[in-house]
C-alpha cells in the first residue's frame, strides 16, 4: 500500500497548477492601451503592446493560458466592440512601427460596459501558448466595431515606446503600460508515471521499453522514474511491473 500511495503523490505533484504573473500596477492610467476605445469604431483599428523580456522570466518556457487587464474606477464604457487577440516574441525593444512577423492568435474578446466600477478584461486563450524568453507583443485588432467610449486603463508610465496605436489611421506611440495579470503554468505535458512510451496508457509494452531501453542505454522519459528516486534503473522495472499487477 505505500508504494501506490507514493506513486499517487508523485501523479498529484506532476499535474500542470495555474500560477499568476501580475505587473505595472502603479496607479497611472490611459485610455488608449491596451484597448483604444476612440478608434474601436473601425475594423482593423488595432494596439500593440511590448513587454520586455526582464520582466517575464518567471514564465520562460511556460504555458501562458490566459491575460486580464483592469480597468480605472469608472469603468468599462466600450461597448460591443470584438478584438481579435494576437501573441508574438521579438528582438525589438521600443516600438515604432507595428510589428507583423510571427503573429500568433490566441483568441477574441467582446467588451461588455460595465460602468462605476473596476472591470477585469480577461482573455483566455484558445490554446496556450508557450513563452520562450523574448519579448513579448500583445496584439488586440477590431474585428467587430463598436461604440466609441473612452475607458481608461491602470498601469504605469514608461521611458520606452512600450505601446503602439491606431490615431487617425497611423501609429501613435505610448509610453505605458497596463496593469497586466499573466495566468500560466503546465510546464510540459504531464503523461502518467509509468507511460514510457508516452502512449497515454501504462501496460506491458511500457514495461518492454523501459527494459529495451536501460538495456541500449538510449534515451529514457522522466516518467521512467516509478519510485520517484531520481535514477531510472531496473528497480523502476520491478516497480512498474508490481504496479500492473495490482499494486504492492
Ligand atoms: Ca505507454
Ligand atoms: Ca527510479
Not at 67 to 83: A, R
Not at 87 to 99: G, Q
Not at 113 to 126: H, L, S
Request: net charge negative.
Amino acid at each position: 500500500m505505500k508504494k501506490v500511495f507514493t506513486l499517487l503523490a508523485g501523479l498529484m505533484m506532476l499535474s500542470a497548477s495555474a500560477e499568476t504573473l501580475t505587473l505595472y500596477d502603479e496607479g497611472a492610467y490611459l485610455s488608449a492601451v491596451p484597448f483604444n476605445g476612440l478608434y474601436a469604431d473601425e475594423v482593423g483599428n488595432k494596439t500593440q503592446v511590448l513587454y520586455l523580456a526582464d520582466d517575464l522570466t518567471a514564465m520562460v518556457g511556460k504555458q501562458i493560458s490566459a491575460i486580464t487587464f483592469y480597468t480605472e474606477p469608472e469603468g468599462l464604457t466600450l461597448d460591443g466592440v470584438t478584438y481579435e487577440i494576437g501573441i508574438a516574441e521579438t528582438d525589438v525593444n521600443s516600438l515604432t512601427d507595428f510589428i507583423t512577423d510571427g503573429i500568433t492568435k490566441v483568441g477574441t474578446v467582446t467588451m461588455t460596459p460595465n460602468e462605476g466600477q473596476v472591470v477585469e478584461v480577461t482573455i483566455t486563450f484558445n490554446e496556450p501558448y508557450t513563452y520562450n524568453g523574448g519579448n513579448l507583443v500583445f496584439e488586440d485588432v477590431v474585428t467587430v466595431a463598436g461604440g466609441m467610449a473612452s475607458t481608461y486603463w491602470t498601469g504605469m508610465n514608461t521611458n520606452y515606446n512600450s505601446a503602439l496605436c491606431y490615431t487617425f489611421n497611423s501609429p501613435t506611440v505610448r509610453q505605458f503600460l497596463p496593469k497586466t495579470t499573466f495566468t500560466y503554468g503546465g510546464d510540459t505535458p504531464a503523461y502518467e508515471i509509468g507511460d514510457v512510451n508516452h502512449d497515454e496508457k501504462v501496460n506491458i509494452v511500457d514495461v518492454t521499453e523501459l527494459i529495451d531501453s536501460l538495456l541500449n542505454g538510449s534515451e529514457i522519459p522522466a516518467e521512467g522514474d516509478v519510485d520517484g528516486d531520481q535514477n531510472i534503473n531496473i528497480v523502476d522495472v520491478t516497480v512498474l511491473i508490481d504496479m500492473l499487477l495490482g499494486g504492492n
